[in-house]
Nanobody, 118 residues
């Protein structure tokens, strides 16, 4: 099982980034997994940023990112995305992708750093 995040980097406040999370070697079809993006800033607990159901029909966002971030998925490509617009310094964190079918089939990526700074 492999989850590989990409798309992080350094961006100025107000800028945009698009994170990708590519899944491979899952036991079951990727389309069966609910998928989430979390983030963890230094000295803080990991927090849920956005979630999308297996079929993509329902999404949820943390209040701090509503209206700025959009989660989406392409089940044909086994990939989930996080479009991040109007970035703020407080969005600086390591962003992690999580795919979960149940407690047994619950996978995490290695994380990608997002730094928002002028």
């Amino acid at each position: 099982v492999q989850l590989v995040e990409s798309g992080g980097g350094l961006v100025q406040p107000g800028g945009s980034l698009r994170l990708s999370c590519a899944a491979s070697r899952f036991t079951f079809s990727f389309s069966r997994y609910d998928t989430r993006w979390y983030r963890q800033a230094p000295g803080q607990e990991r927090e849920l940023v956005a979630a999308i159901t297996s079929g993509g029909g329902s999404t949820n966002y943390a209040d701090s990112v509503k209206g700025r971030f959009t989660i989406s998925r392409d089940n044909a490509r086994n990939t989930v995305y996080l479009q991040m617009n109007s970035l703020k310094p407080e969005d600086t964190a390591v962003y992690y992708c999580n795919c979960r079918l149940n407690a047994r089939y619950d996978y995490w990526g290695q994380g990608t750093q997002v730094t928002v700074s002028s």
